[in-house]
C-alpha cells in the first residue's frame, strides 16, 4: 500500500464529491435524525413524564450512530468498487501498479471520512433539539461511537463490495436489515453484531449502572443485550474485526478477476 | 516484452481467445481482428485483467496475472470513452498520473505536458462532460502517456474519430513510434493500424491466424484464389480477353452483365497487367474492385487456410 496514493485517491473522491453537488443525500442523512428528535421531542412535550436524558441518549445513538452512518456508508463504501465498474472507469485502476489496493482504502478513508462529518453534523443538530448539548460525556462518547461505527460498517461493506460487486448495495442493504435484526435477539448470537458492541461501549461510556438500564426498557434489561466487559476488549474486537475485514477484502480484490465483468 | 504461451481463456464455455502461442520483441504491433474475435481479451490477459484458463502470459518477463511490476512499463488506452464527467481534464490527467506514483507536484507538471502534447490545454479546465470523442480519446492517450511507458496498448484508438482527428491521432503515435517506444494497437481497420505499425498480428475467432510484417502477410495470400470485379460496358470482351491470359484461373460474368469477375492467384500481377491487355484491345472498364481486399475476406481467407480448406 502507498500512503500518498491513498491520499490521492481520498482527495479525488472528495473533489468529485464536492465539485458534483452531492448534497441531496448529505441533506437527508442529516436531517432525518434531526426530524427524529423534533418529533420525539413533541412527544415528550405533550407526555407528563417528558423525556429522561438516558431516553435521549438511546434515540440518539440509534439513529445517528447506529442508522445514520449505516446508510451513509451504505451510498459511499458498498458501491466503491460498482461504481467504477459499471462507470467503466476500474480498467484505468486496475492497470496500475498496487492501485487496487490504494483504491480500496482510499475509497474506504473516504467512506468513513465523509460519514464522519455528516453523522457529527447530525449529532450536533440533535444534540441542540434534545437540549443535550451541554451533557459533555454524551458528546464525546456519541462522537467516538460514530468514528467506530464508520470504521466497523464500512469495513464489512467494502468486503460486500468485492464479493457482490454487481449487487453491492442489494447485499448491504440486506445484511445492515439482518445484522440490525439480530443484534435486538435477547440471546448469545446477538454477540457477533457491530450494534452489541457499540452498544455494550454505549453503556459503560454513559456509566450506565444496571439498574438504570434496566429502567429502561424490558429488552435492555437482559444480560444478553450488553456485555460488561472492560470497553478496551469491546474496542480491541472491533479494531481486529475491522483489519480482520480489510485484510481479506484486499486479498479477494487482488485475486479477482473483475475485467471479465465487462469483456466483450 | 511480451510473451504468450499456448494461452486459451475460457468464460465459461464460451473462448476468449483459444491457443495463443507468440513472442514479440519491442517495437509496433497492430492487433487486427473483427469486433468479438477476442482482441479485448487477449489485451486484458496481458495487462493482468484477466488470468489465462491454460497458458502462460508473461510481459516483460513476468507473469502477467500474478506480478504486478510490469504494469509500470505499460500505458493502456482502454476503447470505451467513458471518463469521469464531473471532473476537469487536468484534475483527471493529474490523478492518474499520481496513482502511478509520482507526488502532487510532479503529477500537475507532467499532466501539463501532456496535455500540451495532446494538444488540450485550452480545454484543461473544462468538465470532461463536454469533450468531443476526439477530445475524449485524446485524454485518455494523454492518461496512458504521461508517465513515458515503454510500451503503449492502445484499444481502438481511432473509434468514432473525425478524418482531422484521425490525422492527429496518427501523427501522435507515429511520434511516439519515432521516439523508440513500444505499441501495441488493436483495431479492426486495417488501413488504421498500416498506418502506425509495419508489424500485425490477425486474430479471428479467439484464434491467432497470421502474425508477421505487412509484405509477409499480403505474400501468405499470394497462393489463394482471389476475385477482382472489373465493371464494363463490353463484358463479352473482356471476358474473352481475360480468359486468355495465364494468370487468370476463372472469369465468371455479373449476373447483370455490366462487367466479369476474375479469379487469380496472382492478383498482383493482373492489377499490374490490367492496363495493358486492354489498351492493347482497345477495352475500357469503367470500375475495377476486389472484395478480397477487405479485412473481413483477408480473416475469411486466412481462417480457410488454418482449416486446411485451401
Redesign the interface.
Known sequence: M?P??VM??MA?EW??SI??RRFVSWIFLIGFPVLIMVLTARIGASSQAGITPTSWALTIFTFVPGICCMLSLLLTAAPFLQAEIE???W?????????KT?MLYGKYLYAVSRTVITASIALLLCLLVSGQLGQVRLVVVMWLLIVLSSLAYAAVYVLIGVIAVQRALVMAVAYSAIEFGVSFIPAVVTQITIQYRLRSLLIQGMQWDSKESSALSGFMADANMFSTQPWWLHVGIMLGLIAGTLMVTTAILKRR????LK?? | MISFEHVTKLYGIVIGVNDISLELPPGAYGLLGPNGSGKSTLLNVLTGQLRPSRGEARLFGADAFCDIGPLERIGFCPSLDILPTDVTGLTWVKYMVQLQGYDEAEATRRAHDVLDRVELMDARDRGMAGYSRGMKQRIKLAQAIAHEPELLILDEPFSGLDPVARHQMTELLSDWIKEGKSVLMASHILHEVEAIADNFLLIYGGRLLASGATNEVYEMLDNVPRRIDLVSDDATQLAVLVQQQSIVDAVQFHEGGNGVSVLTRKPREVFQQLPHWLKDQQLSVREVSSSDDSLQALFETLMKIHRGQI
Open positions: 502507498n500518498s496514493r490521492a485517491v479525488f473533489r468529485r465539485a458534483s462507470g467503466r472507469t480498467i484505468y485502476m486496475a492497470i496500475r501498479p498496487g492501485v490504494d478477476e473483475l475485467g471479465s469483456a466483450d
